[in-house]
C-alpha cells in the first residue's frame, strides 16, 4: 500500500512559479515509477510528467509537450518525495495536480492506468 500526499499549490499570476511536493509511504520509494497529472473541471486527467528509475542512480524523465522547458520533475529518495517545479506558468495550467505510484515499472509511464496509487490532489490556479 502506498499513500501520497501533495501540498504547495495555490493561486499565482501568470508567469510565475510554484513548486509542487508530494510524499511518498509504504514501500520502497526509490525504484517506484511517481508521476504527476492534473485535471481542469470539465476535462480529462491529463499526464503532466513522469520519472523512472533505470538503474543504479539513474532517472528517465518525461514530459507532456505543454510543459517541456518551462516543468522540471524531480526526487528526493531520503524524503520519499518527489517534485513538480513549474515556472512561466499559464492561465491553462490551471487545474487540480495529483501525485500518482505506480507498482509496476515496466508499463507506459504517461499513461493514467499505468498508476495505482493517488493523491488527493492540490489546486493550482493561475490569474491572466
Known amino acids: 500500500q502506498v499513500q501520497l500526499v501533495e501540498s504547495g499549490g495555490g493561486l499565482v499570476q501568470a508567469g510565475g512559479s510554484l513548486r509542487l511536493s508530494c510524499v511518498a509511504s509504504?514501500?520502497?520509494?526509490?525504484?517506484?515509477?511517481m508521476a504527476w497529472f492534473r485535471q481542469a473541471p470539465g476535462k480529462e486527467r491529463e499526464f503532466v510528467a513522469a520519472?523512472?528509475?533505470?538503474?543504479?542512480?539513474?532517472?528517465?524523465?518525461y514530459y507532456t509537450d505543454s510543459v517541456k522547458g518551462r516543468f522540471t520533475i524531480s526526487r528526493d529518495n531520503a524524503k520519499n518525495t518527489v517534485y513538480l517545479q513549474m515556472n512561466s506558468l499559464k492561465p491553462e495550467d490551471s487545474a487540480v495536480y495529483l501525485c500518482?505510484?505506480?507498482?509496476?515499472?515496466?508499463?507506459?509511464?504517461?499513461?493514467?492506468?499505468?498508476?495505482?496509487?493517488w493523491g488527493q490532489g492540490t489546486q493550482v490556479t493561475v490569474s491572466s
Open positions: 509504504g514501500r520502497t520509494f526509490s525504484i517506484v515509477p
Open positions: 520519472t523512472r528509475w533505470s538503474g543504479g542512480s539513474i532517472y528517465y524523465t
Open positions: 500518482a505510484a505506480a507498482i509496476n515499472p515496466g508499463r507506459p509511464p504517461v499513461e493514467t492506468s499505468t498508476y495505482d496509487y
